[in-house]
């Protein structure tokens, strides 16, 4: 078995070259340990370089690739902290569409899955899709209840395929590592593992119900935002049902006018729903691309959005929510230097940073974008800007800001796009300025800590005997250093008592010798050498 799926892999990295040498990419390829003895051979072949640029090249072999090499263009896409911005963007360009599988193949799943014929789960179940993309497609069903749901299936043999691509992939990153001088900066090892944990997320059906669950809790009595609910007798790890909702797709601006919705509103609400989900919950829908996103018209004046695909979620912790805020409020306050402090006070830099030289960094980077009306300040290349200032600073990559950037892009651009006008700083700053206030009302970290107090309590019922170890450990600590300052002194008196001992063995032996030997003086010598001894021995301090 290992054999054959060595060589399936070795085949697919065949195939990879063969579309990357197509695209114009060849550098890559001769680069390879496989190809570097014949680099020079490369001059004599009839190709050349394309003309195009190298984002668009790599984007267009990534799309002849595969919906895994889609999926992991989209991944990089949101990796301008790695990527130039221009290649960023090219990538972003990336659309997940894939044929259906067959209907049947949805039907032979489902029966897995649950063990029990199609028409005891669902009155009606059509078999051809509403939407297919690289790791499941959607189909609209109804329970025997009534009720409209979709079913969310996902592909047949999708985790092989998944596995075979991501071991490519790391195989890929490997060499680029060891071969390629400008990927050792990119560090795609790590890439390749951070991609293969998010399509791991992506596979189990069920996390995704539970963020759908979780995120409908957050927004429940809201105006803002509606999530469908989980059917939950009806989803397994490969199989996820909710109710079907109906709306407009919100990039669908002339339906939506045509509806009369009140656009302006809509926009401003997609940013108050952002800064909510990230500030207020701490738990944000992170794939909120025009597709995952409807709009609810049944009241054009107070439109609400619908979201759908929660298979990929964000959370920050406590600290980064703060530094984060902070950080948004001092830069439109022009406070460079609190800019500053915060990266260093949040661990994003180094501790040894100088904040006068970061602080003059963040300042020639921040100034020119005052040049334009607030309106037209986008807080995702605000952030996109500090982060590749404070890189040179040494700042470590930080994941979680990374996908928060990616949203808060995606939802400037659809903001925009509604409503070229929308001021995010307008809807934003009463946000973050309230959850500024919250944080620091005593009243909510009095109810903090009495969250906390469950904690809190068996930290304190454990107190006395942590104590009473604690002393036990100092008395311990304290005999050892007395014995060990008593082990010099007993080693002189030691050594006193011996001189003693021979001292006078050599005054007595030396006295008797010379009343009773000859020469007499032999034993006056060992007599003096046995007084000397006994007047220099050592005295015990």
């Known amino acids: 078995m290992q054999p054959m799926r060595r060589a399936r892999q070795v085949l697919r990295m065949l195939t990879i070259q063969r579309v990357l040498v197509k695209h114009g990419l060849d550098e890559i390829v001769w680069r390879t340990h496989l190809f570097r003895p014949l680099a020079w051979a490369r001059r004599l072949l009839p190709f050349g370089r394309s003309s195009q640029p190298f984002g668009v090249r790599l984007r267009e072999a ?44 949805a039907v032979d799943a489902l029966l897995a899955a649950f063990g029990r014929p199609l028409d005891t789960l669902f009155a009606e179940f059509d078999r051809t899709p509403l939407a297919a993309a690289s790791i499941a497609q959607v189909h609209a069903a109804r329970l025997h209840d009534g009720a409209a749901v979709v079913v969310k299936v996902l592909r047949p043999n999708v985790r092989a395929f998944i596995q075979r ?60 935002l509606y999530v469908p609910e989980v059917y939950w007798d009806y989803c397994r790890p490969n199989v996820l049902t909710l109710e079907r909702i109906f709306g407009i797709q919100v990039d669908d601006i002339d339906a939506l006018r045509r509806a009369g919705t009140d656009i302006k509103r809509l926009a401003e609400n997609g940013v108050e729903i952002f800064f909510t989900q990230v500030f207020r919950h701490n738990f944000f829908h992170a794939d909120m691309h025009p597709g995952n996103i409807f709009v609810d018209v049944a009241d054009p004046a107070r439109p609400k959005y619908v979201a759908v695909d929660f298979g990929i979620v964000g959370t920050l912790d406590a600290r980064d929510q703060h530094y984060l805020a902070e950080n948004f409020l001092a830069f439109f306050r022009r406070d460079y230097r609190r800019v500053a402090s915060l990266h260093v006070d949040s661990a994003w830099v180094p501790a040894g940073t100088r904040i006068d030289e970061l602080e003059a960094a963040v300042r020639a980077v921040c100034e020119p974008i005052f040049n334009k009306p607030l309106k037209d300040i986008s807080f ?8 590749q200032t404070a890189r040179q600073f040494n700042m470590e990559v930080q994941p979680q800001l990374v996908l928060l950037q990616k949203t808060l ?53 454990r107190l006395p005997r942590l104590l009473h170890r604690a002393i036990r450990r100092v008395d311990a600590e304290d005999a050892a250093v007395q014995r060990q300052q008593r082990a010099p002194v007993e080693r002189r008196r030691q050594t006193r008592l011996e001189q003693i001992v021979i001292g006078a063995a050599l005054l007595i032996a030396g006295v008797l010798w010379s009343g009773l030997a000859a020469p007499a003086w032999l034993g006056w010598a060992g007599a003096a050498v046995g007084l000397a001894v006994l007047v220099f021995a050592p005295r015990h301090r």
């Open 165 to 224: 691509d991501i071991e490519v992939l790391r195989a890929i990153a490997e060499l680029a590592e060891r071969y390629w001088p400008e990927a050792r900066r990119l560090h795609p090892i790590e890439v390749v593992a951070e991609f293969e944990k998010t399509l791991a997320n992506e596979l189990d059906l069920m996390r995704e119900a539970a963020n759908a669950a979780q995120l409908k809790r957050n927004f429940a009595g809201s105006e803002l």
């Open 380 to 387: 995702g290349l605000v952030l996109l800007r500090l982060f």
């Open 62 to 105: 990534l799309e002849e690739l595969g919906p895994i090499f889609v999926k992991f263009g989209q991944a990089l896409s949101v990796r301008p902290d790695l990527l130039s911005v221009e290649m960023a963007g090219e990538l972003a360009k990336l659309q997940d569409q894939v044929p259906p599988f067959a209907g049947e193949q």
């Open 409 to 461: 892009l995606a939802i400037e651009g659809l903001g925009r796009q509604l409503y070229p006008e929308l001021d995010l700083w307008k809807t934003a700053k009463p946000v973050l300025e309230e959850w500024m206030r919250e944080r620091r009302d005593p009243r909510t970290q009095l109810k903090q800590l009495i969250a906390a107090w469950p904690e809190i309590s068996e930290d304190l019922s």
